[in-house]
């Protein structure tokens, strides 16, 4: 199976900060990833498909990039409404795998 | 667009089995391909399996081959999709999700939450 290490695990920021999260394959997945949200309590929404193109009415704020075995996703200044879980999936290879999650707190 | 529906919570006894629906409305053209995602309290996201019945394929995550079943009603446009899950014990508590792509959009059903307790 391939692995997806996230990094960090876990995340303290500000609102208005700029913070990056990364997912690494453990073999090459080209641009095979998506990028999810989970606020407590909701469903997972999709941010990002294909490693970069932003889902129809996401926020421009968010950002993904990478591909082989590094991506990357970025938010460009944190409001209120992003602290939550997120979580990234790769889809080349199966079994799709997720990364363990990045919490992202309120500092 | 496109919403997923699935049934109802499900309280289990260990060693029992679970069966959860999933029944996508909206384009009534299309074969949608299912996936299976499952959540215990407090963890994360784990894939399950998924079926793309226009192809007669299934896929499954190796933690569950054995144990999970999933499938899809046989009309021409497969609607609907099945997750069978069997030797329930404690430690498959969790929300169940399904969720399917139309298109580059991403939808996912409002989760199903099996507890297998005695």
């Known amino acids: 199976d391939i692995q997806m290490t996230q990094s960090p695990s876990s995340l303290s920021a500000s609102v208005g900060d700029r913070v990056t999260i990364t997912c690494r394959a453990s073999?090459?997945?080209?641009?095979?990833l998506g990028w999810y949200q989970q606020r407590p309590g909701e469903t997972p929404k999709r941010l990002i498909y294909?490693?970069?193109s932003l889902q129809s009415g996401v926020p421009s704020r968010f950002s993904g990039s990478g591909s082989g075995t590094e991506f990357t996703l970025t938010i460009s200044s944190l409001q209120p409404e992003d602290f939550a879980t997120y979580y990234c999936?790769?889809?080349?290879?199966?079994?799709?795998?997720f990364g363990q999650g990045t919490k992202l707190e309120i500092k | 667009q496109v919403q997923l529906v699935q049934s109802g919570a499900e309280v289990k006894n260990p060693g029992s089995s679970v069966k959860v629906s999933c029944k996508a409305s909206?384009?009534?053209?299309?074969?949608?391909?299912f996936t299976w995602v499952r959540q215990a309290p407090g963890q994360g996201l784990e894939w399950m399996g998924r079926?793309?019945?226009?192809?007669?394929?299934?896929?499954?995550a190796q933690k569950f081959q054995g144990r999970v079943t999933i499938t899809a009603d046989k009309s021409t446009t497969s609607r609907t999709a099945y997750m069978e899950l069997t030797s329930l014990r404690s430690e498959d508590t969790a929300m169940y999700y399904c969720?399917?792509?139309?298109?580059?959009?991403?939808?996912w059903g409002q989760g199903t939450l099996v507890t297998v307790s005695s």
């Open positions: 079926i793309i019945p226009s192809l007669g394929t299934v896929n499954y």
């Open positions: 969720e399917t792509d139309w298109g580059n959009f991403n939808f």
């Open positions: 999936l790769q889809h080349n290879t199966y079994p799709h795998t």
């Open positions: 294909a490693a970069s």
């Open positions: 909206g384009d009534s053209f299309t074969s949608y391909i």
């Open positions: 073999q090459g997945i080209r641009n095979d």
